[in-house]
C-alpha cells in the first residue's frame, strides 16, 4: 500500500505542468483578454525582477517592441513579482513601455507554468505556436528569426 501512495504522489508531483500552456494548446478567451492578444501574433514574456537574465534580456525586448510595432506583433509582458511596487519599480527601471500583466495574484503563471525564467511564449491568434525557456543569448535576434517561421 505504501508503495502505491508514494507512486501516486510521485506521479502528481511529475504532472504538476500536465494542464499548463504547452505548444499547440489555445489559451482561453479570459487569459487571451487580460494579455490583451486576442488576435494576431504575441511574444509574451514572463520575468521577474530577481532574475538576472530577465534584467539583461527585458531592454531588448523593448527596443523589439518599438521595432515591431508596425508588423502588427505585440511584445507582452507578465511580471510575477508578488509585490507590485517592487515589479513596477523594476519596469521603471529598465524603462519597459510594452504592455505588463502584472501578476502578483499569479492568475496568469498559474495557467503557463514556465519553466524558469525569464520564459517566452510565441502565441497566434491565441494558439501556443513555440516557448522558449531560459537565459537565450542575443533574445532580440533569435525572436526576430523565430517570428519569421510564424507569420
Known amino acids: 500500500m505504501r508503495k502505491m501512495f508514494l507512486s501516486t504522489i510521485t506521479c502528481l508531483a511529475l504532472s504538476s505542468n500536465l494542464f499548463a500552456y504547452n505548444v499547440g494548446d489555445t489559451i482561453d478567451d479570459k487569459t487571451a483578454k487580460a494579455l490583451n492578444i486576442e488576435s494576431g501574433i504575441a511574444v509574451v514574456d514572463f520575468f521577474a525582477s530577481w532574475c538576472v537574465s ?62 524558469g525564467m525569464p520564459a517566452i511564449y510565441y502565441i497566434k491568434d491565441k494558439k501556443v505556436v513555440k516557448t522558449l525557456f531560459g537565459a537565450v543569448d542575443n533574445i532580440d535576434k533569435v525572436i526576430l528569426n523565430d517570428l519569421k517561421g510564424i507569420k
Not at 523589439?64 to 510575477?80: E, F
Not at 508578488?82 to 501578476?103: P, R, S, T
Request: charged content about 30%; some cysteine.
Open 54 to 115: 530577465c534584467k539583461k534580456e527585458l531592454p531588448l525586448m523593448q527596443k523589439m517592441s518599438v521595432d515591431l510595432a508596425s508588423s502588427g506583433v505585440k511584445i507582452v509582458g507578465v511580471d510575477t513579482d508578488e509585490d507590485m511596487n517592487e515589479g513596477v519599480a523594476f519596469q521603471k527601471e529598465l524603462g519597459l513601455k510594452f504592455f505588463v500583466f502584472n501578476d502578483t495574484k499569479e492568475e496568469i503563471v498559474s495557467k503557463f507554468e514556465p519553466v
